[in-house]
């Protein structure tokens, strides 16, 4: 079906305002994003040091130690990280080789 040109201009205005209205959330988002991705590379070269607890990757990367055990439970969920000894009363963690070996 084709549209008319008075179609067209009243479509790119509804995208307009919906663009404009959905923007800030877009940003949130985007930035949200962003800031947990620095937070994984900040978890990530802790991890290179070696295995460490969640208060140990906290502590070394900066991160409150809540989002540290955030980032390690989805770490651990997409495989990127394993359970390697128990340290006390928390487990050390550990990244999984490039191979996909643990």
């Known amino acids: 079906m084709t549209r008319t040109p008075q179609e067209w201009k009243a479509l790119k205005e509804m995208l307009k305002r919906l663009r404009d209205a959905r923007g800030p959330a877009v940003q949130a988002a985007v930035d949200a ?5 620095a937070e994984r590379r900040k978890i990530r070269a802790a991890l290179a040091a070696g295995p460490a607890t969640v208060p140990e990757l906290a ?5 409150p130690a809540r989002t540290a055990l955030w980032h390690v439970t989805a770490m651990r969920k997409y495989g990127e990280l394993v359970e390697d000894t128990q340290a006390g009363d928390y487990f050390r963690y550990r990244l999984v080789d490039q191979g996909g070996r643990g």
């Open 59 to 63: 502590a070394a990367s900066g991160v």
């Open 33 to 37: 994003h962003q800031r947990h991705q």
